[in-house]
């Protein structure tokens, strides 16, 4: 039976390419910075962002915690969003790691914080009241439809926090989705922020790993914070040689994701019973929901299972949500709408 699972882009498996390039790869250690195809990659990733340099790390919350503690000291405060990955979906580890203080304020259905609500969050220098260091966006946004942020908003967060003495932040796991989306050079979506990480492991199809890319100066000292966090890697290059092709080869692809999510939303939104909101379709994430009165949740994920359809419920009551990537085609939407089809249709 072949698997169609749209719980996450994560779940991709790395091209024979990708296996050919880790078989080949020149190693060395790189904690003494010895292994060629991480600094390859580094160079690589630096370039794409358009920042001076980069640094190799095992994860996206690696990325994102290697970033928030290298730019903030304990008290310190993070603005960020209510439904951002940093806040809801890494076990708290700017707290739990940093002693910085995560200062959430809302996050609007298309990933954007209100500039109002920013300004408003950002603390003066009353002694009762935490220091504010750091804003941090994240883009595209996970948990808000998969929706891009523009290089316009982002520009803007910029110069509030220019203008305050503070720094940006961006998680951007699917920095490429989004500058695929907005048809923009990914650099428009960086230029102007402190330190980007990105996800190689996700649509990009990697086994592992995320880059932080920032001024050569931060990125000294993200490698110290990498190292506290037992982040260092030895032969980092298997992990790298894969990480390089996925740069080459994966990034052009993107827009396939886009056109098969919206293809399932469109579907979805026929089938009695489902619903969703088609305004919030950008990228290659999507949510919708099962009204009750017909399956339940259970019976919904089961009966898809039996043939090898994976989806996640992500919320109660019934929001579900599904994620196109690698490896999924047309067809494979087609046939997960005629699944779900079929179930709703059963009596
Ligand atoms: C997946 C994700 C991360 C974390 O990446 P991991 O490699 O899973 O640790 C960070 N931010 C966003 C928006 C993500 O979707």
Aim: contains cysteine.
């Amino acid at each position: 039976m072949t698997v169609i699972d749209l719980r996450s882009d994560t779940v991709t498996l790395p091209t024979d390419a990708m296996r050919q390039a880790i078989f080949d790869a020149e190693l060395g250690d790189d904690v003494f910075s010895d292994d060629p195809t991480v600094n390859r990659l580094e160079e690589m990733a630096a370039d794409r962002m358009g920042k001076e340099a980069a640094v190799l790390v095992p994860s996206g919350t690696m990325g994102n915690l290697v970033s928030v503690l290298t730019h903030c000291a304990r008290g310190e405060e993070a603005i960020l969003g209510d439904r951002a990955h940093m806040f809801l979906n890494e076990a708290g580890g700017m707290s739990a790691l940093g002693g910085v203080h995560p200062h959430t304020v809302a996050n609007q259905a298309d990933g954007t914080i209100d500039l109002g609500v920013i300004e408003g969050a950002i603390r003066g220098g009353n002694l009762h009241w935490p220091r504010t260091r750091l804003i941090c966006l994240e883009n595209t946004h996970n948990n808000c439809n998969g929706s891009p942020l523009t290089p316009e908003y982002t520009d803007s967060v910029a110069a509030l926090a220019g203008d305050n003495g503070l720094l940006l932040h961006l998680d951007g796991a699917r920095i490429f989705n989004a500058a695929v989306a907005l048809g923009v050079d990914v650099k428009d979506l960086t230029r102007s922020v402190d330190s980007v990480q990105f996800c190689l492991s996700k649509g990009l199809s990697a086994p592992v790993g995320s880059l932080v890319c920032g001024t050569g100066e931060f990125i000294a000292e993200a490698r110290r914070t990498r190292k506290v966090l037992g982040g260092g890697m030895r032969q980092a290059g298997i992990i790298a040689a894969a990480g390089i092709k996925a740069l080459e080869d994966m990034t052009g692809r993107l827009a396939e994701d886009h056109a098969n999510a919206r293809r399932l939303a469109e579907g979805i939104s026929q089938i009695d019973g489902l619903s969703i909101d088609m305004a919030n379709v950008h990228t290659n994430i999507i949510y919708f929901d099962l009204a009750a009165g017909h399956v339940t949740v259970e019976q919904f994920l089961a009966q898809l299972a039996e043939k090898g359809i994976k989806l996640l419920c992500i919320a109660k009551p019934a929001h579900f949500r599904a994620v196109t990537h690698y490896g999924i085609e047309e067809k494979d939407i087609d046939e997960t709408l005629k699944a779900i089809t079929e179930l709703m249709n059963r009596p």
